[in-house]
C-alpha cells in the first residue's frame, strides 16, 4: 500500500473509529494540545450502534454516600471481574464532562426546573460530537478504513494505513500515537447500525501484539420485530406468546431471559405483546429513540397494542463486555504507542461480567475517549521533532499471504461467523464439545484467509472485515472454551455453577495460534 498512489499525512495523534468513543477521544486531544487526525471507514455523525440508538449515561449526582452505595452495587453485579476505582472515575469524569456539550446539544428539561442530561437522542448526539470535533480543529476524513497499523523502529505504533473509499486512493497517516476506537462486533447479526462492527480494530491491534479480555462475555441479543431490527428499549414488560395464543413462562429480562426466548423461537413463531408498558413511554419514545417506531409503522402495527413476531438480533460484543485489554489508568494496550476506548476496550473495568447495557457503556465510552485522549496527547508531544519513521506494515490476513492466492468465498465465511456466535444453540447453550467443534472450524477459515486471501483497494476492506469477523469469532469461542464455568453473560451448560476461584479475568490473542490464560493480579491487588 504504498508508493505513487498513496496519500501520505502526519499527526500526534491518529484515532480509528467513528462513534462515541472515538468523537470523545479527538476531543480531549485535540483540547490537549496534540493535531488529530480521525479516519472512519464510515460518517463521523452516523457511524456505529449510537446514531441509531437513545443512549443513556450512567449518571449519579456527587453525593458521596449515593456513588459508594452505586459503586458497591455494581461492583457486586460485576461478579468479582469489576474495578470500583475505574467505575468512581467513571461515574465522576461523566457528570463533569457531559454537560459542556451544550454547546452542541439541545439537552431538554428534567421536568423540575433543570436540565436532563443523561438521556440523549443517538442520532443529534453523533451530530453535535461531530460538530465538538470540528470546533477544536480534529482533522476528519470520512470514509476513510484503516487496515493495518504501522510500527516503529523501536516496536511501537506509530501510524496506520487505509483506503479511501470515495477517491480509490490509499493513505499513509505517520502518528505519535494511534488510538483504536472502532466499537465492538456484532458478527454481522443483522442489529441496527451494527454491520460496519465487524471487530477491524481488535484484529489491527492483536496484529500488533495487543491482547484481549473479556470476550467470553459476547452472548447478549437486542429483542426487535422479526422484520427489522431495533433497540430494546419498550420491551421491558412485554408479554410473549407462541403461535397459538399461548403465554410463554420468559423470565424477566436476567439470568434465563435469553435462554427461555431463543428455547421459544426454536420451537416456533413468538409474539410480543406490550399493551402493560408504562403509559408514559408510547408518547415519547419517538422523541427518546426515532429510529424505533418507524419500522411498525411501515408495517401498519400499533407497537403498543397489536401482537407481533419478534426475533432476537445479536449484539456480541456490543452490548457483551469484551476488548482489547486495558493495562494502565491511561487506557493504554499492551502495545506501546497504542491505546484504546470505547468498546473497542474491555468494559470488566465497569460492568465485569454483565452487560454494560447502554447507561455504562455509554459513560465508559465518554469517560475512556477522554482518557486516551489526553494520554496519547502526552505521549505524541514527548515525541515531537524525534525521527520515528513508521517502517513496517503489521497487517497479516488479506494483506500479506502465506501461500498461494486464491479466491475468498466472504458470504460462506461470514455466514458461517453469524451461525457460531449468533445462533441460539450456539450461543445460548454452550458446552465443551460444541465449542471445540466451532473453533476448529473458525480456525480453518482462518487459515484459508491468511494463507490465500489478498486483494486491494475497497476489496482488500472487505476481505479485511471477514478476517476480522473471523479473528473476533475465534478469541471469543477460545476464551468461552477456557472458562468452565456461569458466569453473567457466559453460560456454560456443561459448567452450570459459579467456579468459586474463577472471579479472575481470562486473556486471549494470538493470530494463526490462539492463546489463551488468566490474568495475573497485580501484587497491590493481591495484597487489597
Given at each position: 500500500?504504498?508508493?505513487?498512489?498513496?496519500?501520505?499525512d502526519?499527526?500526534?495523534?491518529?484515532?480509528?473509529?467513528g462513534?462515541?468513543a472515538?468523537?470523545?477521544?479527538?476531543?480531549?486531544?485535540?483540547e490537549?494540545?496534540?493535531?488529530v487526525?480521525?479516519v472512519?471507514?464510515?460518517f463521523?455523525?452516523?457511524?456505529?450502534?449510537?446514531a441509531?440508538?437513545?443512549?443513556?449515561?450512567?449518571?449519579?449526582?456527587?453525593?458521596?454516600?449515593?456513588?459508594?452505595?452505586?459503586?458497591?452495587?455494581?461492583?457486586?453485579?460485576s461478579?468479582?471481574?469489576?474495578?470500583?476505582?475505574?467505575?468512581?472515575?467513571v461515574?465522576?469524569?461523566?457528570?463533569?464532562?457531559?454537560?459542556?456539550?451544550a454547546?452542541?446539544?439541545?439537552?431538554?428539561?428534567?421536568?423540575?426546573g433543570?436540565?436532563?442530561y443523561?438521556?440523549v437522542?443517538?442520532?443529534e448526539?453523533?451530530?453535535a460530537?461531530r460538530?465538538?470535533?470540528?470546533?477544536?480543529g480534529?482533522?476528519?476524513?470520512?470514509?476513510?478504513?484503516?487496515?493495518?497499523?504501522?510500527a516503529?523502529?523501536?516496536?511501537?505504533?506509530?501510524?496506520?494505513?487505509?483506503?479511501?473509499?470515495?477517491?480509490?486512493?490509499?493513505?499513509?497517516i505517520?502518528?505519535?500515537?494511534?488510538?483504536?476506537?472502532?466499537?465492538?462486533c456484532?458478527?454481522?447479526?443483522?442489529?441496527?447500525?451494527?454491520?460496519?462492527?465487524?471487530?477491524?480494530?481488535?484484529?489491527?491491534?492483536?496484529?500488533?501484539?495487543?491482547?484481549?479480555?473479556?470476550?467470553?462475555?459476547?452472548?447478549?441479543?437486542t429483542?426487535s420485530?422479526?422484520?427489522a431490527?431495533?433497540r430494546?428499549?419498550?420491551?421491558?414488560?412485554?408479554?410473549?406468546?407462541d403461535?397459538?395464543?399461548?403465554?410463554?413462562?420468559?423470565?424477566?429480562?436476567?439470568?434465563?431471559?435469553?435462554?427461555?426466548?431463543?428455547?421459544?423461537?426454536?420451537?416456533?413463531p413468538?409474539?410480543?405483546?406490550?399493551?402493560?408498558?408504562?403509559?408514559?413511554?408510547?408518547?415519547?419514545?419517538?422523541?427518546?429513540?426515532?429510529?424505533?417506531?418507524?419500522?411498525?409503522?411501515?408495517?401498519g402495527?400499533?407497537?403498543?397494542?397489536?401482537?407481533f413476531?419478534?426475533?432476537?438480533?445479536?449484539?456480541?460484543?456490543?452490548?457483551?463486555?469484551?476488548?482489547?485489554?486495558?493495562?494502565?489508568?491511561?487506557?493504554a494496550?499492551?502495545?506501546?504507542?497504542?491505546y484504546?476506548?470505547?468498546?473497542a476496550?474491555?468494559?470488566?473495568?465497569?460492568?465485569?461480567?454483565?452487560?454494560?447495557?447502554?447507561?455504562?457503556n455509554?459513560?465508559w465510552?465518554?469517560?475512556?475517549?477522554?482518557?486516551?485522549?489526553?494520554?496519547?496527547a502526552?505521549?505524541?508531544?514527548?515525541?515531537?521533532?524525534?525521527?520515528?519513521r513508521?517502517?513496517?506494515?503489521?497487517?497479516?490476513?488479506?494483506i500479506?499471504?502465506?501461500?498461494?492466492?486464491?479466491?475468498?468465498?466472504?458470504?460462506?465465511?461470514?455466514r458461517?461467523?453469524?451461525h457460531?456466535?449468533?445462533?441460539y444453540r450456539?450461543?445460548?447453550w454452550?458446552?465443551e464439545?460444541?465449542?471445540?467443534?466451532?473453533?476448529?472450524?473458525?480456525d480453518?477459515?482462518?487459515?484459508m484467509?491468511?494463507?490465500?486471501?489478498?486483494?486491494?483497494?475497497?476489496d482488500?476492506?472487505?476481505l479485511?472485515?471477514?478476517?476480522?469477523?473471523?479473528?473476533?469469532a475465534?478469541?471469543?469461542t477460545?476464551?468461552?472454551?477456557?472458562?468452565?464455568e456461569?458466569?453473567?453473560?457466559?453460560?456454560?451448560?456443561?459448567?452450570p455453577?459459579?467456579?468459586?476461584?474463577g472471579g479472575?479475568r481470562?486473556?486471549?490473542?494470538?493470530?494463526?495460534?490462539?492463546w489463551?490464560?488468566?490474568?495475573?493480579?497485580?501484587?497491590?491487588?493481591?495484597?487489597?
Open positions: 500500500m504504498t508508493g505513487t498512489e498513496a496519500l501520505t502526519h499527526c500526534d495523534v491518529l484515532v480509528i473509529g462513534g462515541m472515538a468523537a470523545w477521544a479527538a476531543t480531549a486531544a485535540a490537549a494540545g496534540a493535531s487526525i480521525l472512519d471507514k464510515g463521523l455523525g452516523t457511524s456505529g450502534v449510537t441509531t440508538g437513545g443512549p443513556n449515561h450512567w449518571w449519579i449526582p456527587p453525593d458521596p454516600v449515593l456513588r459508594r452505595e452505586t459503586i458497591e452495587k455494581r461492583w457486586q453485579d461478579l468479582g471481574l469489576g474495578d470500583p476505582e475505574w467505575m468512581e472515575r461515574i465522576d469524569t461523566t457528570w463533569r464532562i457531559l454537560p459542556g456539550l454547546k452542541f446539544y439541545p439537552f431538554g428539561s428534567n421536568g423540575k433543570g436540565t436532563y443523561s438521556g437522542r443517538g442520532s448526539y453523533m451530530r460530537l460538530a465538538y470535533a470540528l470546533s477544536v480534529v482533522r476528519v476524513l470520512d470514509h476513510h478504513p484503516a487496515t493495518e497499523l504501522l516503529a523502529p523501536d516496536g511501537a505504533v506509530a501510524g496506520a494505513r487505509g483506503h479511501a473509499r470515495l477517491t480509490g486512493k490509499n493513505w499513509e505517520h502518528a505519535g500515537a494511534v488510538i483504536i476506537a472502532t466499537g465492538g456484532a458478527f454481522r447479526s443483522g442489529l441496527i447500525g451494527s454491520h460496519g462492527n465487524t471487530g477491524d480494530g481488535y484484529l489491527l491491534a492483536a496484529e500488533a501484539g495487543a491482547e484481549l479480555s473479556g470476550m467470553e462475555f459476547s452472548t447478549c441479543y429483542l420485530p422479526a422484520w431490527s431495533t430494546t428499549l419498550p420491551y421491558a414488560g412485554a408479554r410473549f406468546y403461535g397459538a395464543g399461548h403465554e410463554l413462562a420468559i423470565p424477566p429480562r436476567g439470568h434465563g431471559h435469553y435462554q427461555a426466548l431463543g428455547e421459544a423461537l426454536l420451537a416456533g413468538v409474539y410480543a405483546d406490550l399493551i402493560d408498558a408504562p403509559a408514559t413511554l408510547p408518547p415519547i419514545l419517538h422523541h427518546i429513540q426515532p429510529f424505533t417506531p418507524a419500522p411498525f409503522a411501515r408495517r402495527v400499533d407497537l403498543f397494542r397489536d401482537r413476531p419478534i426475533r432476537l438480533y445479536g449484539e456480541g460484543t456490543i452490548r457483551g463486555t469484551g476488548g482489547l485489554r486495558v493495562i494502565d489508568s491511561d487506557c494496550t499492551t502495545v506501546e504507542g497504542l484504546a476506548a470505547g468498546d476496550a474491555t468494559r470488566e473495568l465497569v460492568t465485569g461480567a454483565i452487560s454494560g447495557g447502554g447507561a455504562v455509554s459513560a465510552a465518554l469517560t475512556s475517549g477522554r482518557v486516551a485522549g489526553q494520554a496519547a502526552r505521549r505524541a508531544r514527548l515525541l515531537r521533532g524525534k525521527e520515528r513508521p517502517i513496517q506494515g503489521l497487517g497479516t490476513a488479506g500479506r499471504p502465506a501461500g498461494s492466492v486464491e479466491a475468498i468465498d466472504r458470504a460462506a465465511l461470514e458461517d461467523v453469524d457460531h456466535m449468533n445462533g450456539h450461543s445460548l454452550r458446552n464439545g460444541q465449542l471445540t467443534r466451532s473453533l476448529d472450524l473458525l480453518g477459515h482462518w487459515r484467509v491468511a494463507t490465500h486471501g489478498h486483494a486491494r483497494g475497497l482488500l476492506v472487505s479485511r472485515e471477514t478476517a476480522a469477523l473471523i479473528a473476533t475465534r478469541w471469543s477460545a476464551a468461552a472454551l477456557a472458562r468452565a456461569t458466569r453473567g453473560l457466559h453460560v456454560r451448560i456443561d459448567a455453577q459459579r467456579d468459586t476461584n479472575i481470562r486473556l486471549v490473542g494470538g493470530l494463526d495460534t490462539v489463551s490464560r488468566p490474568e495475573i493480579p497485580a501484587l497491590s491487588e493481591v495484597a487489597a
